[in-house]
Structure formats: structure tokens, C-alpha cells
């Protein structure tokens, strides 16, 4: 059927080029024209088109354009946010055209679910972002550059790493499981986007309601975002060249003892408990004094170059871009690097009939790996952390070793991080190849057929080669030793759909019908050893076994997944006022048995242009359309065959292996048992969501916006599952083991002012709000624990029915103790101490339940790490060849557990800690210094929960536009440069490193475990168009 | 060709879609696994899925840290004969008598008893159908999936004392959750699966299969048992079984050596192994005990009363027996210590005592012999003949046998140089409290599973009956003013396991 289908096509394309070689007749006049708006300044990328007829060019910068056109033709300018305007051509004479501001975005279309829609029609919750405003803030990522621009759509910077990717959550945590939304690019599902160049997106649409997002059934639980990238525009071949530059330094705001500071307090700590600290604290004049963070972090430069060439005429039109981004990275030997190269075209055949799109892209992933240590359940502290917890004391380098590097003295512990990091190279490099054909063919009576098909070839490479040092028996590599692992992953899409656009008086109609497949498949290899010959050797072949010490081994993974669908929509409206929209999808999955393969989404909403009614009298209300919608997507994320009774067997893995045998290195038996159990009743998560809207435009749509409102209620969540370690099963099963409910509202408005000669300038704001619920986990008393700061210990967040999330869950402090006869006094009615281990000085715990003990029981739940409220604010402004922009955003009302303070605490590297309590220092918060800590002042507790909530000047942009007869001079079209900053202040109560470092883990968030802290930089571009 | 031509093939080519694509596009087959009904076929599968059930030694997770840092702790923090490093979270709350019910240790320790558990009931399940294979080499691997089963449930009994008994494996995820048995049930089916363990065992094995458990192994566990169930009269017969099978090592510190491990003192081990050919069996336990002097973690100290009962342990000329020497690391001019450089050094207390933070510190296991890097695979021993001598000396005692008892814990001190015991000197009463707080933690102190399990098992006998709290007390064991009697003595049922499981109900005091 597949093949078939080729065929077909392959002879579609034979055929009409017949018709690309036919030319029609050469028009006669050539127009030259230029485009402005009242104030007299010149409009670029309008469309000028010759009416009923294909011939078009669109405006440079400038806002001139030339066209040849038939003579007597009639010329359309059009122009997003002016008013349409026709001219009638009677001469070849040089036109100047004025556009009259719109009342802007009716008319606008926007990207839905397999089509477009225009803006008027739509009557679910989609959130267009504005693609000029994320032109304006330069950035490698879409995640980041979406941060703030819509409103629904939280982004968490995630990590201050530079190859990192933002968190992204539309409309707050809507699940257990899967709450990352689908990226569908050029109508293509794909997982992520990271491999996009922001540079080359035309347009992004998120769509968050289940009316919206139903089309893509299973996929959709997590919201949908909707990506089309550029395509070439009509006219001439045009050249744009941009670039910027940045300097990147770390956000170091948490202050490091030094060598003598730490040694007074770790004597102190080690006196107030009667003892006597180790002797390398004892002597200041003794050992390095080190500044690990200095030499661990550099100050970073990002660059990034796009150039980009567009054409297009009557038949076809095209844009190659290619863009380069490099970031040097703000840890010593690290450091990403990336290429993409895109070429969109557009044929058109069969007498325009039939348009063929295809698309090729191509990225190239060059990147010096740091890992961080995000997540769930047994995580550490991170590498960041443990270089802030280095000792002073150790020097770094040491010119006798033969690496140059300093071992440190056996009593200073193992370990040099400079050193570690310099001797080991991580690399990744990954290709990622796309290839789109859409082809859609208009038959007849407002039918249409589209068929797409994407493909997506994934290379990854990564290697890891480190050389033979000895920094004490922890940091030892005996040999160099080489790992590698290659994958390959290949996705393949395609969609038929069948399109009917009809108008039958004032009913408008409109419907689709589309079948589509999906099949994912990964294979992958990994290899390596820990004896390397020589060092110089960087290739696998050069690994030895040189005694039962050194191993060589080799991993592998070969696995796929399909899915299946069909789905539809219709669209009604009567006369543009009463709007009505149904869709239907349904997914066939192979994660799930046979018995449950198979599940149907659906949706409707309706809408009411209220504006238009002729009762509808208040002339400053240009728009308002109320808009109600419900449906059900779902969420089929989960990894193939739980449905099956596995066997495990691992060589590699030391889980099931045990050593036999009478030497003393007892050589490995490789066992296998069940260790997971089937699941064949697993099936579909589903999310039904309500939302109700009202969009509005107000003072001849000058401020418009939109408000909505939603709950969604997520049942038979997909999430591994507790369960009784009793069976021998220590695997959690995957099973619909929970119901959670979200709850929230949204708001975007935006105000434009535009005045003749004048400042020009608009504003939006962009405000929402979620909170979810738990309302099943499990069994009745289930709950989850987890948000642990220290590896398997000090778990900070409970989720359970009822609660929202991930709560915290801490013991309440109240204060220090001031002295002794409090201690005593704090006891419960038998007349036991409540805190035996206490000294003065020490933090006072609540027995919260006052049941005369403090334990587990007493502690309480202390809000959670989504934020309340989440906004953004974006600000631009023109006056005369200057422009301006500004971009706030902020979170309120989300707490971190400063897991890294603890840390720091802990081991004594905190500055605060010369602030410790003391008799003679007796009002201060800071508990009193001890290295046993009976007191247990470090447990979980409100003492390190912290409100995150902030407000960040993200984005600072000054730009200047030179004059078009300086530029003229040039031989250039236009030419602008900018400077900005970003980061540049960060108002915040939080002492961690950011207040917007967000833990990836669903059960983690907002556990800061020290990640790496986020740059402020300083940016310098310039954009230039031949 | 017309348009319209194309149109209706168009058209075809959608509607066949809709209707012939069939569902065989979502039958994939799993091509990294086995399942269920393809494995249990071959006598390979029989010892890959035994191999299985003795990974389970090790922790439910393959991982050395999980069980040295959290199972061990859990089992040797409350014991009179350590002290922990209070700096360290590890098994911090359970030393300090705070644990709630969240702690992770003992829920480390309930998983992987029952992952043992689980896997070695599929092996009792399914191995018997594998019929490839000899009835006999079927029936042995049977007895040793059971001597497994036996083991585990012995942790779970003595650290929780009320466990679920799960002797089926459970494949409905609907049926998991089971109630508590009686501690009396567990102690009998952990007997009946010893002495079938025991006619299912072979002497000895094969050089290349040592380490799995022997038929010496069964009974001397199975005397331990009795020893714990105060069944005086069976534990004696049954340790007698074996007396004289075995042999102490010539030298006490021979029994950490990694290189003579599995010798003939060793009854059962849990096995390690510095072999990194395949997965990596190495551990850090050579660290834990080390001071940060030598590039240990410190993790764990001899407690000042251990010291003190260490140095009453001298030879006929009052010097320091064998093995005052050979497990604490002290301030004597003989006392020494390896270092963790490679090659390692033999250090001296004197050269490092001022860069020490605590006067003592253990050095058992710390040999750098078997080592990956500075990570060993040093077998940890379950049992051993040492061990054996002092319970049939205790038995022996409880059975009014007092002079075949002191021969018996003569036997053990002679071999460290330590003087022997006169019978004539002590009483029952004094030669038990001798046992108890000498002989066994000057021997044994800090390895793996005994002086916990010890003091529980004198709390909740009936022969000589000794609270906790008095001995932790009496032993300045830090924290014990929080010791509660009839709540410390188990560890709660994890608080993770009951909120999975509503048929289980905590312990007292939890």
C-alpha cells in the first residue's frame, strides 16, 4: 500500500513536468512600487500579488518591490496588521501605496491540528506566540525563546547548562507520567525539538485545550505544540545574513568559605561537640588555599550566524538557510556546537492544482558533555556541588606529577575535580536528518487530498576517553580506558487526509478525515573497556584484558514502536457567528496488548461572535467571543511490551550475576530470573479536559486578548507503580494506577500604539495559573516519597490523594533554642524531653500532631514547586530608526527545597556559617555549628524551603536601523544592529543558585540538588540583507 | 491522463487505507527479551536462575552501596560493639534509636530478603519441570534455592520478626498483597527448609562452584536456628554434626583476607569478587571502616566499650591477642594498617595518629588484596567455623555441659594467642555473660548480621533473659537513653510497604 503510494506520486511529479517547462506568456509591465504605512514608514515582507493570477514578490526592508506584471492588472498589498488594498494598474508608473492599520488578527490564520484555521474561526484554546518577539531575543533553543510568550506554557531554564534543554509544561502538570507536550513540526509528531534552529520557525501555535488537541488522540496529554518553520517567499533571491555574539558568566552567587574561614568553623563545629577537629583544620598556615570554583568555571562565548536565501515565482519557490551556533561552554572542557542546514521548497503543478512541499534538514550536534544530576528517586548531589565542596586545602596542580595535576594528601581525602575534568573527554556527536514530502492536490467542489510523509533518521555517537591518574584511592583510573555507544533511531510518518471546504449560503462548512501510521524504531550498541595500551590510542581496537581487573564489554538495544490512527474533524459556523467543532481520533498502539491496542478521543466546542450580532452596540468592542470546549485526549508514553512476562539477563549488569569460584577474584556467572511482572491489563491514560474562553478586542482591536478557563481531570495515569516489595518484585510495574485533577486560567492581552512619526510600541501580558490535585493513587493509603537530597536519604515531597503534586513535606521549625531551660522545658506529659540531643542553639521541631514524640507523623505539607502564578511581559517600542524591546517574566508563589544549602552546610562550606549561633551571637537564625549534628538540625524541615518566586528582566534589546540611502550605498537592503543583555537582574528571595533551575523530575521539582547555575550575558548582533 | 483519472485513484488509495490497513502494523515482537514461556527449558536456564537467587545476597539491586551503606548499616548500627560517624546520613537515624518509618535502610533489607525470596521461589517452582536435566542436579539446585529462601526469611524474622511468608511466586499483580504470618510460622517453615536443604546438599563442591551453600551450610545454619529458637538439645546435635568438619584458619586475620576467602573456616560467604570481565561484584566496604588518615570514610568506629572488652583479650604474657590485632586499628606500636595506595603500604598507627579524628578504628576487611581500583571483592562471611565453636558453646553451656563449653571457646582463643579459659573459674551464669559480651564481640565483632541479631535474640528468649536497653546502656552505647524496649528491638515495617499493602500492620511503637 505504501509502495503504491510512492508510485503514485513519483508519476504525479513526472507528469506535471510538463507543465513546470510550459511558460505562460511574458507579462508586459514591470512595476516598481514601495509600500509604507501613514506615518510614511516603509512596511517590508508585504505581499503584492497581481489578482487572479499567481504572479507576486513581497517588499524588502525598505518596502520597495518590482513585478512584472500582465497590463491592466489589478495589484493586491497585503500585509499582516494593514488593511488590504487593491490597485488597479493604467499605467507602468512607480506606485505609492499606503496601508491603513487593521483591525488586527481576524484575518490572521492559525496553524491547528493537520490544517490552518483563521484566527476568527477558532473555538478551543490555542495560544499563537508572536514569532517578531522571539526574533528579538536570539537563543539556541525554542524552550527558552517560548519561555514567558504564552500564556499556559511554563518553561523552566531546567539547567544553567549551555547543551540543556528547558522544562516545558503546558497548562502546569497534568500528569504523573508524561507531561511533556508533542512537537509536531511541519505536521510531523516528533518528541522534541531540540535539534530545530529557532532561527528558521515561522510560526508557533500551542494548543492546550483537549478541542484543539484531540487530532493527535494519544499523543496529546501533555498539550501540543504546533512548529512551521519558514518557507520562501516570492520575488527575487533574497540574502539575509544575522548574527550575535554573547558573554556568558555563571551566576556564583553563593559565597564559599575559604581555607582559614572554614578552619575556624569546623574547629568550632568540632569543639562545641567536645572534640577536636581533624589536624589539617588546625593549622591556617598550613596547605593550599584553593579556589576550586575559579578554576572549575570559565566565562563562556555563545555565538550564533544564520544566512539564509528565499526566492519564489509562479511555480515554485524555495529558502536554504543555514545557521551555526557555538557555545564555549562556562566549565572548563565543555562546550556544544551546532549546524543546521534546511531547505523548504514549494512546487506547483497541474495548473496549481497540486502542491508539492518537500523539506530536508540536517543537524549536527557537536557537544563536550557535563552531566547533571536531575531526576527522581536515588539521585546525588551534583557535580557542581561537589566542586564547591572541595577543600581548600588541596592544591590543584603539581608540576612532579606526569599529568601535571596534584594528588591530594592522603588525610585531605581523594579527588581533584580540575584535574578529572581536564583528563576526561566527553563528546557526543549526533546527526539528525529530516526528510518531509506533503503533496495536496485540489479535486473538485472544495475537496482536497493531502498526503505527508516525514522521516527522521537520528545518529548519535558518543565516546568517553579518559587517561590513567591518581587522585587518591577514590580518583583512581588505573588505565586509560574508552567507551562508545552508537544508536540509531528512525522514525517514519505518514498522513493521508481528505480536506471539504464548503459554503452553502451562510453555513460554512468545513471537515476533514485523515488516516495516518507511525513507527519508531531504535537500535543501538555500546562498548568499552577499562584497559586502553596506550593513550594515544583512541579507538576501541586498542583495548586490552590484562588480568581479571580489566573487562571489556559490550551493551546493545534493538526496539520499536507503531501506532495507528484515524480521525476527523468538522467545522461549522452559520454567517460567522454561531461556531461549532467536533473531532474524533482513534489511536491503535503497540505498547499496549491486544485486548486494550485500541482508544477513541474526541472533542466539541462551539463559540459565539457575539460582535457581530446587530443587537451588538458598543462600538469600542471590535471583538468577543465567548467559546466553550470539551474532550478527551490521552497519553500512550510508556515503553513497549509491559504487557509481556519478562526474563531478565544482563551480562554487564550486576544485578542477577554472582561470582563463583576458589581465587580470590571468583570469576562471574551471569544469572536470569523474572524480576518485573506482566501487566496485560494495561491501557490508554486518558485527560478530559473543560475550557471555557472569552477572547476580546477592544478600541478598534488596539487591546485584545483572551481569557480561559480550564479544568482537566487525568484518569488511569500511566506511572510506575508501587507495589508490595513482599512479591520479590523490586521493578515497578507500569499500571493506570492514578487520577489527578488540573485546574487553572489564563490570560494574554496585548495593547498596540502606533502614531504618525511617533514612538510605536506594544505591550503584552501574559498571566496563568495552575493547581493540580491527586485524586486516586494507588490504593486508598497510597502515596509516593521521594525529592530525596541525599542519595537515598532526606526525601522532602509526598504525593498522595488529595494533595497537589509533589508536596513538600518537612518538619516545622520554631526558631533556636536559646538555652538550656527551654530544652528541658520542651517535653511532653510523661516528662521525656521531646528533643533529648538538643543543645542551645539548635533548631526547636514542632510536634505538630502533639503526641509527646517527634517523628514522621509530625511532618506537615508546605506547598509545592509549580508556581501559582506565572507571567511574562513583553515590551517593544520604535521611534524613528531605533527599536526597543524589554521582556519580564516571573513566577510567584513556587518553593524550592535549597538541598544545595544543606549541602553546603553540611560540609561546611557555607558562608552563613560564620554567622552560626553562638552564646555570644545569640539572635542570630543560623543553627549553632556541629559536626555530629545529634540534634538532627539538617533533616528535612522549612528551615531550607525557600519561596522561588522571582522576577527576571530576561531580555534587555537596543537596536538601530541604518538609514536605507546609507545602506543603499552599501549595495545592501538592510542593515541593523542591536546589543542587549539577558539575565540581567533577577529580583528574588530564593539563596540558591536561580529560583528558575527546575528539577526535571516529576516528583522531584523544585528539589534543588545545586544544579548548574544559570549565565547573565551580554549580547551584541547584527542583521544584514543583500 | 485526465485529472479526474488521478482524482479517483486518489481516492482509491485513500479508501484502501482506511479500510485494509491492519492491525498486524501494531504486532511487534520484543527482540531483547525472553519471556516467561521460552525460559525454564535448559539446565542453563536452572543455573542462571539459581546464580540469580544468590545475586540477592548482595542486595536487591545489584548495587554494593545499597547493601554496605544501607542494609548493613541498618543491621549493625544498633549493635553495642560500633559506633557510627554521625556526619554520615547512612543509618544515622536507626543508630540514634530516631528511625520513623520512612527510613530507606531497613526497607533496603526487607526488598532484597524478599527479592531472594521471590527468585527462589521460581526456582522451586520451575526448575523441577526443566526435565533435560538430572533429577539429581535439579533437586540440589531446589536444595539450594531453599537454604536461600531459609536465609532471608531468617533477616526478615530477626529484624521484623512480622513478615508476610510467600513461599509462591506471585504473577497476578491483583494477588500481591499478602498479611503477616505468625513469627512462629516463618521459624518453621525457615527449619523445614533448612533440613530439606540439608538432605539436598552436596559435601562439597567443584573448585570453580564454590560459594554455594553446602550441606555443612544447612546444618550449621540449621543449628543456629535451633540456637535462636533456644532449642538447646537439637542446636547441640546439629552443631556437633559438623564439629570437627571444619577448621579454624591458622591465623584470626586469614578471615578477611580476600585471597584465602572461601577457606576452610568459611562455612558460607556472601561472594565478591575484584573479577570485572562481565559486571562489577566489588565493593567499598575496605573504605568504610578506614579512617580518612588512610582515604577511608570512616563510616564506623569500634565503640569504647568494644576497646576496652578488646584490651581484657591478652595472651598468657599480657600482651594483645591475634585478634585484638587483627580488628581494630589502635593506638599500640603493633597496631598497623593498609593504606589504599596502589601498590598499598603497611601504615603504622604512630606514623598517622595525629591526622586521626577517633582514637580506634575497625580493620577488618580492609586488605588490599582483590582489589578493582581501590574497591575489593572481599567476600563477606555469613558463617563461619569460629562463630560455630562459640554457639555449641553457648549451647553447651545452656545444657549444663561447662567444661566441653570452655574447650570449645578455648579452641577459638587459642588460636589467637588469647589465654585460655579456666572451667573451674566460672558458673553458668558467668561463663553465659562471658559468651555473650566477651567471647562473641571480641571474635566477631562488626561482621555482617551477628551482634544485632545477637542482642535481639537474648532480649526475646527466655534463657537469660537481658533487655536491650541495660546492655546498650551499660555499654555507653551513644543514644541509648532513646531506646525504646518493645519498639527498637524490630525495625518498623517500611512505611513504603504498607502504603502498597493495607493487610500489614506496624510493628509496635512505629
New interface residues.
Given amino acids: 500500500?505504501f509502495r503504491?503510494?510512492i508510485f503514485?506520486f513519483l508519476g504525479?511529479l513526472l507528469?506535471s513536468l510538463g507543465n513546470l517547462l510550459a511558460h505562460p506568456p511574458l507579462p508586459d509591465w514591470v512595476i516598481r512600487g514601495t509600500v509604507t504605512d501613514v506615518a510614511g514608514l516603509p512596511i517590508k515582507d508585504a505581499n503584492v500579488t497581481v489578482k487572479n493570477n499567481n504572479l507576486g514578490t513581497s517588499t524588502d526592508a525598505e518596502g520597495h518591490f518590482s513585478l512584472k506584471v500582465p497590463e491592466n492588472s489589478t495589484l493586491v498589498i497585503s500585509s499582516t496588521g494593514y488593511k488590504t488594498l487593491e490597485q488597479k494598474l493604467s499605467n507602468a508608473e512607480p506606485l505609492f501605496i499606503v496601508l491603513e492599520s487593521a483591525v488586527v488578527g481576524l484575518d490572521e490564520f492559525v496553524v491547528v491540528g493537520y490544517g490552518t484555521q483563521r484566527k476568527s474561526d477558532v473555538t478551543s484554546a490555542i495560544s499563537n506566540v508572536n514569532v517578531k518577539n522571539l526574533e528579538k531575543q536570539p537563543a539556541a533553543n525554542i524552550g527558552t525563546l517560548l519561555q514567558g510568550q504564552a500564556p499556559g506554557v511554563i518553561v523552566s531554564t531546567g539547567s544553567g547548562n549551555p547543551a540543556g534543554n528547558p522544562v516545558v509544561l503546558v497548562r502546569g502538570m497534568n500528569s504523573i507520567n508524561n507531561d511533556r507536550p508533542l512537537y509536531v513540526v511541519d505536521g510531523i509528531p516528533l518528541g522534541y525539538v531540540n535539534d530545530l534552529n529557532p532561527s528558521d520557525i515561522e510560526s508557533v501555535n500551542i494548543l492546550k485545550d483537549a478541542s484543539a488537541a484531540t487530532i493527535y488522540g494519544a499523543q496529546a496529554a501533555g498539550g501540543v505544540i504546533l512548529i512551521t518553520t519558514k518557507k520562501g517567499k516570492s520575488g527575487e533571491p533574497r540574502i539575509n545574513y544575522n548574527s550575535y555574539v554573547s558573554t556568558h558568566s555563571l551566576n556564583q552567587n553563593i559565597d564559599l568559605l575559604d581555607k582559614a574561614q572554614m578552619n575556624q568553623v569546623v574547629k568550632a563545629a568540632f569543639a562545641n561537640d567536645g572534640?577536636t577537629a581533624?589536624?589539617?583544620y588546625l593549622d591556617d598556615s598550613k596547605y593550599a588555599n584553593t579556589n576550586w570554583r575559579d578554576a572549575y568555571f570559565k566565562n563562556g562565548v555563545e555565538q550564533k550566524h544564520d544566512i539564509d536565501v528565499s526566492a519564489g515565482g509562479e511555480k515554485m519557490n524555495y529558502r536554504i538557510s543555514w545557521g551555526h551556533w557555538e557555545h564555549t561552554g562556562t566549565i572548563i572542557n565543555s562546550g556544544s556546537k551546532r549546524d543546521n542546514l534546511r531547505l523548504n521548497s514549494e512546487i506547483k503543478l497541474?495548473k496549481n492544482?497540486l502542491k508539492v512541499s518537500p523539506i530536508l534538514a540536517y543537524t549536527r550536534f557537536n557537544n563536550k558533555d557535563f552531566g547533571d544530576v536531575l531526576g527522581d528517586g536515588n539521585a546525588g548531589f551534583s557535580n557542581i556541588m561537589n566542586v564547591y565542596a572541595t577543600l581548600p586545602h588541596k592544591s590543584i596542580y603539581d608540576p612532579a606529577t606526569a599529568n601535571g595535576y596534584a594528588k591530594p594528601e592522603?588525610?585531605l581525602?581523594?579527588g581533584n575535580p580540575v584535574g578529572e575534568r581536564n583528563l576526561s573527554t566527553n563528546r557526543t556527536i549526533d546527526d539528525y536528518f529530516q526528510a518531509n514530502l506533503s503533496a495536496e492536490?485540489n479535486?473538485?467542489a472544495g475537496l482536497s487530498?493531502t498526503f505527508s510523509l516525514g522521516k527522521t533518521i537520528q545518529n548519535t555517537f558518543g565516546y568517553s576517553q579518559t587517561a590513567a591518574y591518581?587522585f587518591?584511592?577514590?580518583s583512581?583510573?588505573?588505565n586509560p580506558s574508552r567507551f562508545e555507544s552508537r544508536g540509531r533511531s528512525e522514525y517514519l510518518v505518514f498522513n493521508?487526509l481528505?480536506n471539504y471546504d464548503q459554503k452553502f449560503g451562510q453555513h460554512n462548512l468545513k471537515a476533514l478525515a485523515g488516516?495516518s501510521?507511525q513507527?519508531d524504531h531504535f537500535q543501538g550498541t555500546s562498548g568499552g573497556g577499562?584497559h586502553l595500551s596506550s593513550p594515544l590510542i583512541e579507538a576501541l581496537s586498542g583495548l586490552i584484558?590484562d588480568g581479571?581487573?580489566?573487562?571489556i564489554?559490550a551493551g546493545g538495544?534493538?526496539?520499536?514502536?507503531?501506532?495507528?490512527s484515524?480521525f476527523g474533524r468538522l467545522n461549522y459556523n452559520y454567517n460567522d457567528k454561531y461556531y461549532l467543532q467536533g473531532s474524533v481520533r482513534r489511536d491503535?498502539?503497540?505498547r499496549f496488548g491486544?485486548e486494550n491496542?485500541y482508544g477513541t478521543f474526541y472533542s466539541a466546542s462551539a463559540g459565539w461572535a457575539l460582535h457581530r450580532e446587530s443587537f451588538f452596540k458598543a462600538a469600542w468592542i471590535s471583538e468577543l467571543k465567548p467559546r466553550v470546549s470539551y474532550g478527551i485526549v490521552g497519553n500512550q508514553n510508556i515503553s513497549?511490551?509491559q504487557y509481556?512476562?519478562?526474563?531478565?539477563?544482563?551480562?554487564?549488569?550486576?544485578?542477577?550475576?554472582?561470582?563463583?569460584?576458589?581465587s580470590?577474584?571468583?570469576?562471574?556467572?551471569?544469572?536470569?530470573?523474572?524480576?518485573a511482572?506482566?501487566?496485560d491489563?494495561i491501557k490508554w491514560e486518558q485527560t478530559a479536559t473543560f475550557n471555557a474562553g472569552l477572547s476580546f478586542g477592544l478600541l478598534e482591536n488596539k487591546l485584545t486578548g483572551s481569557f480561559d478557563f480550564f479544568r482537566s481531570n487525568t484518569s488511569d495515569m500511566l506511572a510506575e507503580t508501587?507495589?508490595?516489595?513482599?512479591?520479590?518484585?523490586?521493578f515497578l510495574?507500569i499500571?493506570n494506577v492514578a487520577d489527578m485533577q488540573n485546574t487553572g486560567w489564563e490570560l494574554t492581552t496585548t495593547y498596540r500604539k502606533s502614531s504618525t512619526g511617533g514612538i510605536n510600541f506594544d505591550v503584552t501580558a501574559n498571566l496563568s495559573h495552575s493547581q493540580n490535585k491527586i485524586i486516586r493513587l494507588?490504593?486508598?493509603?497510597?502515596?509516593i516519597?521521594d525529592g530525596f537530597v541525599?542519595?537515598?536519604?532526606?526525601?522532602t515531597t509526598l504525593t498522595q490523594k488529595g494533595l497537589p503534586l509533589a508536596s513538600f513535606n518537612l518538619f516545622q521549625t520554631a526558631g533556636l533554642f536559646s538555652s538550656q531551660a527551654e530544652i528541658d522545658a520542651y517535653k511532653n506529659k510523661d516528662g521525656d524531653l521531646l528533643q533529648?540531643?538538643a543543645k542551645p542553639g539548635d533548631l526547636r521541631f514542632v510536634d505538630v500532631n502533639q503526641d509527646g514524640a517527634?517523628?514522621?507523623?509530625d511532618k506537615v505539607i508546605m506547598g509545592n514547586a509549580l508556581p501559582s502564578l506565572d507571567f511574562g511581559l513583553t515590551f517593544n517600542a520604535s521611534y524613528k530608526n531605533f527599536d526597543f524591546s524589554l521582556f519580564l517574566n516571573g513566577k510567584q508563589g513556587q518553593k524550592m527545597y535549597n538541598g544545595a544549602r544543606m549541602f553546603l552546610y553540611?560540609q561546611f562550606r557555607s558562608t552563613e556559617l560564620l554567622n552560626a549561633w553562638t552564646s555570644a551571637n545569640a539572635s542570630s537564625e543560623v543553627f549553632r555549628l556541629s559536626?555530629?549534628?545529634?540534634n538532627?538540625n539538617?533533616r528535612v524541615s522549612d528551615y531550607f524551603l525557600e519561596d522561588a518566586s522571582f522576577v527576571r528582566l530576561r531580555n534587555l534589546q537596543l537596536g538601530y536601523t541604518f538609514p536605507q540611502k546609507l545602506v543603499g550605498k552599501m549595495a545592501l537592503s538592510k542593515l541593523r544592529v542591536y546589543a542587549g543583555a539577558f539575565n540581567l537582574l533577577t529580583f528574588t528571595k530564593y539563596q540558591g543558585f536561580d529560583p528558575d533551575l527546575s528539577n526535571n523530575g516529576i516528583f522531584s521539582r523544585g528539589v534543588d540538588r545545586g544544579f548548574y547555575p544559570l549565565s547573565k550575558s551580554f549580547i551584541a548582533g547584527i542583521n544584514v540583507g543583500f | 491522463m485526465k485529472s479526474t483519472h488521478i482524482i479517483i485513484r486518489t481516492l482509491l488509495v485513500f479508501i484502501t487505507c482506511l479500510f485494509a490497513c491492519s492491525d498486524d502494523y501494531l504486532q511487534l515482537e520484543d527482540k531483547q527479551n525472553l519471556t516467561e514461556q521460552t525460559f525454564w527449558t535448559t539446565r542453563q536456564h536452572a543455573l542462571q536462575g539459581i546464580t540469580a537467587t544468590y545475586a540477592a545476597l548482595q542486595g536487591h539491586d545489584g548495587s554494593k552501596w545499597t547493601f554496605f551503606e544501607e542494609i548493613y548499616t541498618s543491621l549493625a548500627y544498633k549493635g553495642d560493639d560500633l559506633d557510627n560517624n554521625k556526619n554520615e546520613p547512612y543509618g544515622k537515624n536507626i543508630a540514634s534509636f530516631s528511625n520513623g518509618t520512612e527510613d530507606t535502610g531497613p526497607w533496603n533489607l526487607w526488598a532484597s530478603c524478599y527479592a531472594g525470596i521471590g527468585r527462589a521461589n521460581q526456582v522451586i517452582e520451575k526448575v523441577p519441570t526443566i526435565s533435560v536435566m538430572p533429577a539429581e542436579e535439579r533437586n540440589q539446585i531446589v536444595g539450594e534455592a531453599k537454604f536461600l529462601r531459609a536465609y532471608q526469611y531468617f533477616l526478615l524474622v530477626n529484624g521484623f520478626e512480622h513478615v508476610p511468608l510467600v513461599l509462591k511466586f506471585e504473577k497476578n499483580i491483583n494477588n500481591l498483597q499478602v498479611s503477616q504470618s505468625s513469627p512462629e510460622e516463618v521459624w518453621a517453615q525457615i527449619e523445614k527448609d533448612l533440613q530439606d536443604a540439608e538432605q539436598a546438599l552436596p559435601a562439597s563442591y567443584p573448585d570453580e562452584m564454590k560459594g554455594r551453600a553446602t550441606q555443612g551450610a544447612a546444618k550449621a545454619f540449621l543449628g543456629k536456628v535451633y540456637l535462636f529458637r533456644e532449642k538447646w538439645a537439637q542446636a547441640e546435635a546439629k552443631f556437633k554434626e559438623i564439629y570437627g568438619q571444619y577448621s579454624l584458619n591458622p591465623e584470626f586475620e586469614n578471615n578477611f583476607d580476600s585471597r584465602l576467602e572461601n577457606g576452610p573456616e568459611s562455612i558460607f560467604e556472601i561472594q565478591f569478587s575484584g573479577d570485572r570481565t562481565l559486571s562489577d561484584e566489588r565493593h567499598p566496604f575496605n573504605f568504610e571502616v578506614r579512617p580518612y588518615a588512610v582515604d577511608g570514610w570512616e563510616l564506623i568506629y569500634p565503640s569504647d566499650w568494644l576497646v576496652a572488652e578488646m584490651k581484657k583479650d591478652t595472651t598468657v604474657a599480657g600482651q594483645f591477642s591475634k585478634r585484638v590485632y587483627g580488628s581494630i586499628f589502635f593506638n599500640d606500636p603493633q597496631s598497623e594498617i593498609w593504606d589504599l595506595n596502589i601498590p598499598a603500604k603497611l601504615v603504622k598507627y604512630s606514623s598517622v595518629a595525629v591526622d586521626l579524628n577517633r582514637p580506634n578504628y575497625f580493620k577488618k576487611y580492609a586488605y588490599p588484596y582483590d582489589r578493582g581500583g581501590a574497591y575489593t571483592g572481599a567476600n563477606v562471611s555469613v558463617i563461619r567455623y569460629a562463630d560455630v565453636l562459640l554457639m555449641l558453646a553457648e549451647t553447651l553451656n545452656e545444657n549444663n555441659k561447662l567444661a566441653e563449653a570452655v574447650d570449645r571457646i578455648n579452641e577459638v582463643r587459642a588460636r589467637s594467642g588469647t589465654a585460655p579459659l579456666k572451667a573451674s573459674a566460672l558458673n553458668k551464669d558467668q561463663l553465659r555473660d562471658l559468651i555473650r559480651h566477651h567471647e562473641r564481640p571480641v571474635e566477631l565483632a562488626m561482621e555482617w548480621c551477628i551482634r544485632w541479631f545477637d542482642l535481639v535474640r537474648w532480649a526475646r528468649g527466655t534463657t537469660g533473659k537481658q533487655a536491650i536497653k541495660a546492655t546498650l546502656t551499660a555499654h555507653n552505647k551513644p543514644f541509648a537513653a532513646n531506646y525504646v524496649e518493645d519498639k527498637h528491638l524490630r525495625f518498623p515495617i517500611p512505611g513504603k510497604e504498607i502504603a502498597v499493602n493495607p493487610q500489614l500492620k506496624q510493628n509496635t511503637g512505629y
Fill in positions: 500500500m503504491y503510494t503514485l504525479l507528469m572534640g581533624p589536624p589539617f497541474l492544482r592522603s588525610i581525602g581523594s492536490l479535486l473538485f487530498y591518581d587518591g584511592p577514590q583512581l583510573v588505573e493521508h481528505l488516516f501510521r513507527k577499562n584484558v581479571t581487573a580489566d573487562f564489554r538495544w534493538n526496539v520499536s514502536n507503531t501506532l495507528q484515524y491503535g498502539s503497540s491486544s491496542r513497549n511490551f509481556l512476562a519478562k526474563i531478565y539477563i544482563r551480562s554487564n549488569d550486576p544485578l542477577l550475576n554472582y561470582p563463583f569460584g576458589s580470590a577474584s571468583q570469576s562471574v556467572a551471569v544469572g536470569a530470573a523474572a524480576i511482572l506482566a501487566n491489563n508501587p507495589i508490595p516489595t513482599s512479591s520479590g518484585i523490586t510495574p499500571t494507588g490504593y486508598e493509603e497510597g502515596n516519597v541525599d542519595f537515598n536519604n532526606r526525601a533529648p540531643d517527634l517523628d514522621d507523623s553540611r559536626n555530629d549534628d545529634l538532627q539538617l
